[in-house]
Structure formats: C-alpha cells, structure tokens
Nanobody
Framework: QVQLVESGGGLVQPGGSLRLSCVAS????????MGWYRQAPGKQRDLVAH???????NYADSVKGRFTISRDNAKNTVYLQMNSLKPEDTAVYYC?????????WGQGTQVAVSS
C-alpha cells in the first residue's frame, strides 16, 4: 500500500506563495488520481485540486487561477503551487491518492496565511 508524506506548509503573509509537495512511497504510475483537500478549524474537509493519471485537472472555485496542481511521475510526487494566498486559505492540507477502490491519505501539512 502506498504511503504519502506532505511537506511545504508554513506561515505566509497574504499575497504570498507556498508550494506543497506530496511524495508517494512507491511509483505513482499505477495510481489513478491524486490531489489535495483542506480542512479549516471547525469546518469540513473540502477538495482543493485533483489531477488524474492523464494529467487532467480540476479545482475548487475558490482557488481557480491561484493554485496549480502538477505531478512528476519520475519523482513519485504531486505538487500544489499556491499563489496570491488569502487568510481564508488557512487550513491543514491533506494529500490523497486513488488506486482503484483504495484511497490513501497523507498526515496533513498546516498552512497559515496571516499578517
């Protein structure tokens, strides 16, 4: 079973940028899709961005034009480039991978946007 490890979170000022990384413990060639959810305190976990094995992507309306998801199969890694960050982007960001009927989650990385 694949394991996922996220990194790249931290504290950033509004308008700043961060890049999150999610490294899988094995090749992601056989993984159908990967992506990112986020969960703010007291709120449900919401989809942020999704990338399929054919490279197609979709985003939450709230991040379109600011966030970009990409995958590097050679490095078994999925990235989330986050630009023009807003305080409402503050949350724990979780990476996920879908392989058939199996969904695997990472442990999460905290992103805080504050001046």
């Amino acid at each position: 079973q694949v394991q996922l490890v996220e990194s790249g979170g931290g504290l950033v000022q509004p308008g700043g940028s961060l890049r999150l990384s999610c490294v899988a413990s094995r090749s992601i060639f056989s993984i159908n899709a990967m992506g990112w959810y986020r969960q703010a305190p007291g709120k449900q976990r919401d989809l942020v961005a999704h990338i399929s094995d054919d490279g197609s992507t979709n985003y939450a309306d709230s991040v379109k034009g600011r966030f970009t998801i990409s995958r590097d199969n050679a490095k078994n890694t999925v990235y989330l480039q986050m630009n023009s960050l807003k305080p409402e982007d503050t949350a724990v960001y979780y990476c996920y991978a879908v392989a058939g009927t199996l969904v695997v989650w990472g442990q999460g990385t905290q992103v805080a946007v504050s001046s």
